[in-house]
């Protein structure tokens, strides 16, 4: 049985400048075309009318679905260490109740 060719591992140097600013998002608007899928993430506080978008992402559909792999995969080893991730909907708090959070 022939044996497949293991692919050389490039290594890839990745820059974080001290002045970066994490955003935190808890509210996220995810549109597409053809040739492009947007994610505009925000910040929604209770009670607030508005939620004004902090961050746009814009990527292939390949690196969309490539994100999502990444994103499962961590969040399957956070799950294996921390107990499982509960979605308020799963805890009978119904998601169209919710004012706040990610809505699918």
Excluded at 82 to 100: H, N, S, W, Y
């Amino acid at each position: 049985m022939p044996q497949a060719n293991p692919q050389p591992t490039t290594q890839i140097n990745i820059e974080l400048p001290a002045d970066l600013e994490a955003i935190y998002t808890n509210f996220a608007i995810i549109t597409h075309s053809a040739s492009e899928i947007l994610i505009d993430c925000a910040r929604m506080l209770p009670g607030a009318p508005k939620a004004k978008v902090q961050t746009r992402l814009v990527m292939t559909p390949l690196n969309a679905k490539l994100l999502l792999r990444a994103l499962e995969d961590n969040l399957a080893k956070y799950e294996a260490r921390f107990g499982e991730v509960r979605v308020p909907a799963e805890t009978g708090f119904e998601a169209q109740d919710r004012t706040i959070g990610f809505k699918h």
